[in-house]
């Protein structure tokens, strides 16, 4: 009861995100690529030349908050419809409202969320008011409209793929919440950088579930006569992950991949599961977790086991489409097939060594033999001259030499006998052997 007390002269009891929902483009935070100075859909908004458009993109990005600026903007009605409550009917009300309103010189935007819930025929439905513009329809979808959307109603309608927000914009809308009077600013809220970012990273790049976050550790923040303070320990059990506090750019952050990356190199894919789930419970982002993964696949796998580089591309194909936290079993997956699979580093040999050579020796030319010649100057100062088209020949090879002369002799990728790696160092002997005979 003491702790609700302290909440009670608030302006009202919405939910914290609720309450601090931007009114205007200057207060909007994140979709610089669309609301930016000079931006589409900026420009558009300001012109007051709004027409039916799509929003594409995940949760809590600010779709619905977009769509009631631009109404305010343009000084339009807003109806808020869901397609998960209304069915045919609700749209034929809503539209026989809109028509009216239209012969009345008052314009209607319809702000549908999830509108890729909506069926073909409901989706229909929406069609003839769009087209002779009784309402501004304003459809938000977390799938791609391409295909959820019907191609009739979706070719009337302008696409704007809305991005999750970035880390620097979830923390800067956390702290206007703690700073604002609509927020917690009257509360003298006391809370660490640390805890703030964690919160960041936690909520993914959705700004609702940040400002709930938040939200409930404060409320279950320690209560002093100077102010609500809020633990390291509250945080982590409002997100529901113990080891979620650690710095994605500090030293913990190194030492956990890098426990990943050498668990694989060894073979123990136990350890390298272990790990991997100890970034994805730390907020790691999964996408991260999987280009490290797509590395690792070329660096220590390399031509062993061609096949680990498609499989780590899959994980992080799989992470972008599902997110968490279904995509760790993804992740799991390519982490153990990496894990087992034959290793060599040749790949990785050869790139330093060639990066080497480049940094430590002059720019070589290229052979004139392999040069481009396109034109008959070219051709007259010998461009392209002596090249042999290995197709031409019996072998399909040919004994042209095609690094520089300096680097004749250098030999960068040097296979091992490892996994499938063994046929590739059998077939490259047999032809450096051919190209010395002559």
Request: glycine share 6%; net charge negative; proline share 4%.
């Amino acid at each position: 009861m003491e702790q609700m007390s302290l909440f009670d002269n608030r302006e009202s009891s919405a939910p914290l995100a609720s309450r601090l929902r931007p009114e205007t483009l200057e207060e909007y935070v994140g979709q610089t690529h669309l609301l930016g100075k000079g931006m589409i859909l900026r420009q558009l908004i300001e012109k007051d030349q709004i027409s039916s458009m799509i929003f594409w993109g995940p949760p809590g990005v600010g779709k619905t908050t977009l769509a009631r600026i631009i109404a305010g903007r343009t000084r339009a009605d807003f109806v808020d419809f869901s397609a998960v409550t209304s069915g045919i009917k609700e749209i034929k009300e809503v539209m026989a409202q809109a028509e009216s309103s239209r012969k009345m010189g008052i314009r209607t935007l319809l702000f549908v969320d999830e509108i890729h819930r909506f069926n073909k025929a409901q989706q229909d439905a929406f069609l003839p008011y769009v087209e002779k513009g009784s309402i501004i329809l304003v459809g938000a979808t977390t799938e791609n409209p391409s295909f959820e959307i019907n191609s009739a109603l979706l070719s009337r309608c302008k696409v704007f793929v809305l991005k999750a927000l970035e880390e620097a914009e979830i923390e800067k809308l956390l702290e206007h919440a703690l700073k604002s009077p609509k927020g917690f600013g009257n509360q003298r809220v006391h809370m660490e950088q640390e805890e703030m970012l964690a919160i960041a990273r936690f909520a993914n790049g959705d700004a609702r579930t940040a400002l709930n976050t938040l939200e409930m550790a404060v409320l279950n923040g320690e209560i002093r006569a100077d102010g609500i303070f809020v633990s390291r320990e509250a945080v982590a059990q409002c997100m529901n992950r113990r080891s979620l506090l650690y710095d994605r750019n500090g030293e913990e952050h190194y030492n956990l991949i890098s426990a990943l990356h050498k668990s694989m190199r060894n073979s123990d894919p136990d350890a390298a599961v272990y790990w991997m789930q100890r970034m994805l419970d730390g907020g790691e982002d999964p996408l991260y977790v999987a280009r490290r993964l797509i590395r690792f696949a070329s660096e220590d796998v390399g031509m062993a086991d061609p096949r680990a580089l498609q499989i780590a591309v899959s994980a992080y194909q799989a992470c972008h489409f599902i997110g968490m936290p279904e995509c760790d079993v993804n992740l799991a997956q390519a982490v153990v097939y990496l894990s087992m699979a034959p290793k060599s580093n040749a790949l990785s040999m050869a790139c330093e060594e060639c990066k080497r050579d480049i940094r430590e020796l002059p720019a070589e030319p290229v052979p004139l033999q392999i040069c481009n010649a396109p034109t008959g100057l070219m051709k007259e100062l010998h461009y392209g001259e002596g090249y042999i088209y290995a197709h031409d020949t019996e072998e399909k090879l040919s004994r042209m030499q095609c690094l520089p002369d300096a680097l004749s002799d250098r030999r960068y990728y040097e296979p091992t006998g490892q996994g499938e790696e063994k046929s590739v160092k059998e077939r490259l002997e047999a032809i450096r052997k051919w190209k010395c005979d002559k």
